[in-house]
Structure formats: structure tokens, C-alpha cells
């Protein structure tokens, strides 16, 4: 077995294209991150699901975890108004900031997806590396503190030939941790 790197960084993304959190410690299932793009915002006037894509305000908005064990992620708008992605008037909320009518999907209060009881702690994920994995003009829109900059997808391009990582499908499900190595297996 070959140790082609070490976990840098884990992040967690609650509603698509949202900005989303680090965090230090994932379970990993065929599904993916328990809780991760459990969400998505629909244009009401398109009837698709939006993306930062598209529309890069959305970008600026953040999901997090929930407040409670069980509860459901909440969204921070970057006027750091704070909710609950159930709350009756999130679609509402949303559709103020974004300046058209949206609707938040699927977030139904059902709680993420828990690993299977007797999952052993020291449990690694395995994956089946299946495509590189092209990035597109999103990395160039700039969200939070970091600001709009259209050298980030050249850059990407000339040193990773604009696939900067890899799609993957979960073999079998796991703890993954920040720090943990990275190994290819026979």
C-alpha cells in the first residue's frame, strides 16, 4: 500500500452551494457525509434547484450544523441573520436576500443519517476512485472574506490540468479524521 497524501481539511456542506464548515471528523457512507447537501434552494419561476453556479449570492450564505443533536442545519445569511433551515419562513428569508421567490428543498426536519450502532470508532472509509474531478468558474466567484478572482481557475488549470481532485464512490463506510493518511490499496 502506497501513502499518496494525508487529510488536510474535511469540509461539510448542509444546502447546496452554500458555504459550508470544517470539520475534523466525518462518517462516510454510500450516501456520502451524514448531513452533507441534505438541501437545496428551488427557483420558484424556473423550477430548478439554484447553484452558485448561477447565482453566486448564494454562495455567501453558510450551513451549519444543528443547534441540537437530531435537529435540523441552520443557514447564516451574510447579514448574519441565523435560522433553522424548517423554520416556516426560511424559504421566505431566503427569497428576500436572494431578490427572487425560492423555495428551501428538501429540508424536512428529518435528522442526518447516524453511523450503525457497534460502527467501531477506529473504522476507515474505502473508496473507488471512479474520474477526475473537473472544477468550473465557482471556484472564481469569491464568498465570505475571500474575494472574486479569475486567476484561481487558470491556476487550477495549469497545474492540475483543471482536475484539481478526484470523483469517488464509498465502498465501505466509515470514520475519516483530519490528519488521517490517505493510501492507495491493492
Given amino acids: 500500500m502506497a501513502t ?54 448564494l454562495m455567501g450564505c453558510t450551513g451549519r450544523p444543528a443547534a441540537e443533536e437530531g435537529g435540523v442545519p441552520e443557514i447564516e445569511l451574510p447579514t448574519g441573520d441565523v435560522f433553522a433551515a424548517d423554520d416556516p419562513l426560511a424559504s421566505k428569508r431566503l427569497s428576500v436576500f436572494l431578490g427572487r421567490e425560492v423555495t428551501l428543498w428538501p429540508c424536512d426536519g428529518a435528522p442526518a443519517p447516524s453511523p450503525p450502532q457497534g460502527t467501531p470508532e477506529e473504522t476507515e472509509a474505502e473508496w473507488q476512485v471512479r474520474m477526475a474531478c473537473p472544477r468550473c468558474v465557482m471556484t472564481t466567484h469569491g464568498f465570505a472574506d475571500v474575494p472574486r478572482d479569475p486567476t484561481v481557475m487558470r491556476r487550477l488549470v495549469s497545474e492540475a490540468g483543471g482536475d484539481p481532485g478526484v470523483y469517488a464512490s464509498v465502498e465501505r463506510g466509515g470514520r475519516v479524521s483530519v490528519g488521517d493518511a490517505v493510501v492507495a490499496i491493492d
Avoid at 5 to 21: A, D, N, Q, R
Avoid at 35 to 46: F, H, I, K, L, T
Fill in 4 to 57: 499518496l497524501g494525508i487529510v488536510e481539511e474535511i469540509y461539510w456542506y448542509p444546502v447546496k452551494s452554500m458555504l459550508g464548515e470544517s470539520v475534523r471528523t466525518a462518517e462516510f457512507s454510500g450516501a456520502g457525509i451524514a448531513g452533507d447537501r441534505v438541501g437545496a434552494v428551488r427557483d420558484a419561476a424556473r423550477g430548478d434547484f439554484m447553484t452558485g453556479k448561477r447565482v453566486a449570492a
